[in-house]
């Protein structure tokens, strides 16, 4: 499913059910090594909380996602490549396991809206790993919160204090200005 071959157009032209019938079988899922996930996705006009294109080669969904971020046939943010890994549930039946390669869909909203595709579609049970990540890092978003967290926790230098303080000031005389050119009173 080359990027050349995979028509957006049809695509975005079907109903859910035709989706669920032609893209989104299981055993063409279990072939999958990728695949690119959009959320609130329209289909046919009517509004998807997930859907899922499964690629076989990981080579042609990297160029689908280019072809999608260049063309933007949706929202970056609500739009990942993933590669999958199917292996057998605890309780019984298959996982497939998501990892965020790139995009800027975050791993709790995909596991949020994926698990009715996934769990009640597809009888599989969804695990999502990895974080959005839209420019090629390699940080996760809970690493990059965790670096936040740590970086609050430090007092402020005395330079820190003076650059807030300019800023506030810059702020302030800002929005002066525009209060003056608006004719209201601060």
Known sequence: ????????EAFKAQKFAEYKKKEIKPALVRKAKAGIVFVDYKLAGKKTACVFIPIKK??????????????????????????????????????ISLSIQKGGLSSELLQSKGTELFETILKMKLKVLGGAQTDGTEESTSQAEESNQEKSNKPLTEAQKEQIKANVSKIGSQLEKIAKALKIEI
């Open 58 to 95: 990981v080579p042609e969904a990297m160029t689908m996602f280019k072809a999608i971020k260049k063309n933007k046939e949706h929202l970056l943010k609500k739009t990942a490549l993933v590669s999958v890994a199917l292996s057998k549930a605890d309780e019984g039946g298959d996982l």
């Open 1 to 8: 499913m080359a990027n050349n071959e995979f028509d957006f």
